[in-house]
């Protein structure tokens, strides 16, 4: 699939009004997305756990315009209240998607969106957020075109969703999804991102993520600025080289089920993000103390046990605590015994992987 093959055709006929809603989740990456070109194509592949409970419920409702409006028309929501500060982020992704979607200013919507975390946990809703809106908007295009295969509403929702934020691209399907062009992966593709192709052990099927928010605030360094300083990086392009090896690594790994190999990688890309930070220009450090404290944690606990628990980092202080079901009592014995105490307010979320965004309206 190429770029135009995502622009809808000019003759379908849209109802005039109705009302959708897609619950899409948030995706935690194991081989990291650091550094980009425009319009979200990223400099290096990813693969990622399509999460469960970190979701965004986004409905939309629409009516037909009189006629096609010089800007968008649109009301936007969060948890049932007018969020206008919101709305230019919307307007940006609205002019990004126009192309792929043309009956957008033909339309007045209502989108009202709501997560199933607290907000201001420091857990990055833009994924979930952006991947549920997309889904509703291609959805009123399938409504236009019934016919449209499932495999094509994926790749296309997952194509609009990247265009709001990027790693929005990998939070469509479950359970573990692949993006970003990479020699060992046929069918891969900057664009949008697809479901793992090869076998995966039954070791990784279960797998739990408990997210320990160290720190609930907005972070200091937005992960456009971070993204943005992976140009002209001393290191970026031996990182871009060590993604896509560490993503070959894997293919032999998810297929054996070998967790300490997992571990190995899976912690070497969370720390290889963070260092990437710490050594642009200007250099910013988003892990906090309590960061440190528990992957110290972590480390000893797997020396002392070899339960197989590791961690992983997105662009924040929250640390993400993952480990196979079957050892699912021991670890939340841990963690509760051990890690909360670094917790702000002792807050955790306990996630799975997961299968997917659903339609609900
Ligand atoms: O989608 P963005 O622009 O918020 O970037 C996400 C970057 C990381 O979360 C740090 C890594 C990733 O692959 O999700």
Redesign the pocket.
């Given at each position: 699939m190429i770029e135009k093959d995502f622009i809808s055709s000019n003759d379908l006929e849209y109802p005039t009004d109705g009302e959708i809603g897609w619950n899409a989740p948030s995706?935690?990456?194991l081989?990291?997305?650091?550094g980009?070109h425009v319009d979200?194509i990223p400099a290096n592949p990813?693969v990622?756990f399509t999460l469960s409970t970190c979701a965004t419920n986004t409905s939309l409702r629409f009516e037909k315009l009189p006629e096609k409006s010089s800007f968008f028309s649109f009301d936007f929501m969060f948890e049932g209240k007018p969020k206008i500060e919101f709305k230019p982020k919307i307007v940006t992704f609205l002019e990004r998607i126009e192309k792929y979607l043309p009956f957008l200013r033909s339309y007045h919507f209502v989108i009202d969106s709501s997560n199933s975390f607290p907000h201001s946990s420091g857990i990055?809703s833009?994924?979930s957020g952006m991947a549920a809106l997309g889904l509703c908007f291609l959805e009123m295009e399938r409504k236009a075109n019934p016919e449209m295969t499932s495999t094509y509403f994926n790749q296309k929702a997952s194509f609009i969703a990247r265009l709001g934020?990027?790693?929005?691209c990998?939070s469509i399907e479950g359970s573990l999804i692949q993006w970003g062009n990479t020699p060992s992966i046929d069918g891969s593709s900057d664009l949008f991102g697809i479901p793992y192709p090869f076998e995966v052990h039954e070791n990784f099927k279960k797998f739990q993520d408990t997210i320990l928010l160290v720190h609930k605030g907005q972070k200091t360094v937005s992960?456009?600025v971070?993204?943005g300083l992976m140009n002209g990086h001393p290191f970026a392009q031996s990182r871009f080289v060590q993604a896509h090896q560490n993503l070959e690594a894997l293919h032999p790994i998810f297929k054996s089920g070998d967790l300490e190999s997992f571990i190995k990688i899976v912690e070497s890309e969370a720390l290889t993000?963070h260092a990437m930070m710490m050594t642009s220009q200007p250099y910013f450090i988003l892990m906090l103390p309590n960061t440190l404290e528990i992957i110290n944690a972590i480390w000893a606990f797997r020396n002392k046990t070899k339960i197989p628990l590791c961690f992983t980092l997105?662009?924040g202080a929250n640390v993400h605590v993952l480990y196979p079901e079957s050892e699912k009592d021991k670890c939340m014995q841990f963690i509760q015994d051990e890690l909360i105490v670094f917790c702000e307010n002792q807050h955790y979320i306990c996630d799975r992987i997961g299968s997917g965004a659903k339609q609900f309206l």
């Open positions: 995706n935690i990456a081989i990291k997305y650091w980009k979200q990813s990622s990055a833009s994924a934020s990027g790693s929005a990998r992960s456009t971070g993204h993000l997105d662009a």
